[in-house]
């Protein structure tokens, strides 16, 4: 198994938050998406150049577990993975999100690969895999 991983740290930002304090349900995806992004642009690949490449990752499934809350000003560590063998015409990628190694929410993101052009699904395209150095 190869597995490319990232920890990104983020602070909960009071737009975060709802009247309590509490992170919104909502925000996790959007952390994800902050752990998507850097663990793609530490691996060559920053999601600008792979749009520039004309191609794109249109998110298709989604999933949270919510294990505790998280307050607003907690800094929190989103760990961000790819099994990079199990690679198709979609794309997983794994989050855990930690306070103080307390899991706070875990999940993933289903995307697939699509042509900004036709709005098609393609293969996994050649800067992908070059970027990751793998062969599929």
Known sequence: MSILSLNTNIRVRYADTDKMGVVYNSVYLVYFEVGRTELMRANNLPY????????????????????????YDDLLSINSKIDTEKISARLQFDYVILRDDIVIAEGYTIHSFMNSITKKAVKPPDIFLKALRLKI
């Open 48 to 71: 600008t150049e792979f749009e520039k490449a004309g191609f794109h990752l249109p998110l298709i499934e989604a999933k949270v577990l919510f294990k505790k809350a998280a307050y």
